[in-house]
């Protein structure tokens, strides 16, 4: 199930830093995985979820591991700003993620 979730959020962020390379679409060759990460992380996502874990529980850590680790990624490959106002909406975002699981 967290295996699964875990598959979801890498393939998502593979998918988005993919859309990045892409340069508005321009450079087409990075639409293939694209694609194939978004379609991939979908298709992992619904696996979390036929094996029970809660929607509102695997959709918000996808979406806190999604944005922490784009954010820091983005800042490594490509220099994009990572203010400590940044690094405090994420901790944010965990936090209130862990908070529903504890629910």
Not at 31 to 41: D, E, Q, R, T
Not at 58 to 65: F, L, Q, V
Not at 78 to 96: C, F, Q, S
């Amino acid at each position: 199930m967290y295996l699964n979730l875990m598959m979801a959020v890498a393939c998502e962020v593979a998918a988005t830093l993919s859309m990045r390379q892409s340069q508005g679409f321009q450079r087409r060759g990075w639409l293939v995985p694209m694609g194939i990460g978004y379609l991939a992380a979908f298709w992992f996502l619904g696996r979390s979820l036929a094996a029970g874990m809660p929607v509102g529980l695997a959709y918000g850590i996808w979406a806190a591991a999604g944005v922490a680790s784009v954010a820091i990624l983005s800042r490594i490959l490509w220099g994009d700003a990572l203010t400590r106002r940044m690094v405090a909406g994420i901790v944010l975002i965990i936090t209130g993620v862990m908070l529903v699981e504890l629910g």
